[in-house]
């Protein structure tokens, strides 16, 4: 079975500062990986993705993320925080079977950016 | 292009009705799944269809149904609403290309937000 942990319901940088969230998953086949942003009242949008390609993989709004097997992680990062990155970040392992393919999403990370 | 659309946007049930959500596919899609998404927590899978056919579902019982169209667009019934229910309901909708299957990315919609008081 697959599973997503993301480390940190909560977390506040400064504007301009850092952006770290993490996220490890459980997998018993090569992973599908996904991160997905939601901002207040609206539906998911998709930030990047890792399909066994690259593994730092670049995505919208300056965001990556880096899939390391060897510690089961796909921890998203960004330079510099915006205001506008204010959020809720879900990351996400695809799998599929036969015909059906799914997401399996972990609990989210509010991304919370001050002055 | 366009994307997935859902509808309404906002509905408010009682408890023990019964609610029909209603999502339309992204241009050149065949397949939809519907996920809810309770408050504070991320989406989980309900199920997919593709040809008219169930061929994926979580762990939801079975009050929770659903529905095809030839045209791909999709409706999610739940019957004998409980409190437990109120969610923002999440359809997503992907290709599944038989020439080559693999995990097919999934494209959101909006999102229903069902209150059950």
């Known amino acids: 079975a697959q599973s997503v942990t993301q480390l940190g319901s909560h977390v506040s940088v400064s504007e301009g500062a850092l952006v770290l969230l993490r996220c490890n998953y459980s997998?018993?086949?090569?992973?599908?990986l996904f991160w997905y942003v939601q901002y207040p009242n609206q539906g998911l949008q998709l930030l990047l993705k890792?399909?066994?390609?690259?593994?730092l993989v670049k995505g919208i709004n300056g965001f990556e993320a880096e899939f390391k097997k060897s510690e089961t992680s796909f921890h998203l990062t960004k330079p510099s925080a915006h205001m506008s990155d204010a959020a809720e970040y879900f990351c996400?392992?695809?799998?599929?079977?036969?015909?059906?393919?799914?997401?399996?999403f972990g609990t989210g990370t509010r991304l919370q950016v001050t002055l | 292009e366009t994307g997935v659309t859902q509808s309404p946007t906002h509905l408010i049930k009682t408890r023990g009705q019964q609610v029909t959500l209603r999502c339309s596919s992204q241009?050149?899609?065949?397949?939809v799944s519907w996920y809810q998404q309770a408050l504070g927590q991320g989406p989980q899978f309900i199920f997919q269809?593709?040809?008219?056919?169930?061929?994926g579902r979580g762990n939801f019982p079975p009050r929770f149904s659903g529905l095809q169209f030839p045209n791909y667009s999709s409706e999610l019934n739940v019957n004998a609403l409980e409190l437990d229910d109120s969610a923002l309901y999440l359809c997503?909708?992907?290709?599944?290309?038989?020439?080559?299957?693999?995990?097919?990315?999934?494209?959101f919609g909006p999102g229903t937000r069902l209150t059950v008081l």
């Open positions: 997998s018993s086949v090569p992973p599908y």
């Open positions: 997503a909708s992907s290709l599944y290309a038989l020439a080559a299957p693999s995990y097919n990315e999934q494209f």
């Open positions: 269809y593709y040809r008219e056919e169930e061929n």
């Open positions: 890792y399909t066994s390609a690259a593994t």
């Open positions: 241009s050149g899609h065949n397949t």
């Open positions: 996400a392992v695809g799998t599929h079977t036969g015909t059906a393919s799914k997401l399996t």
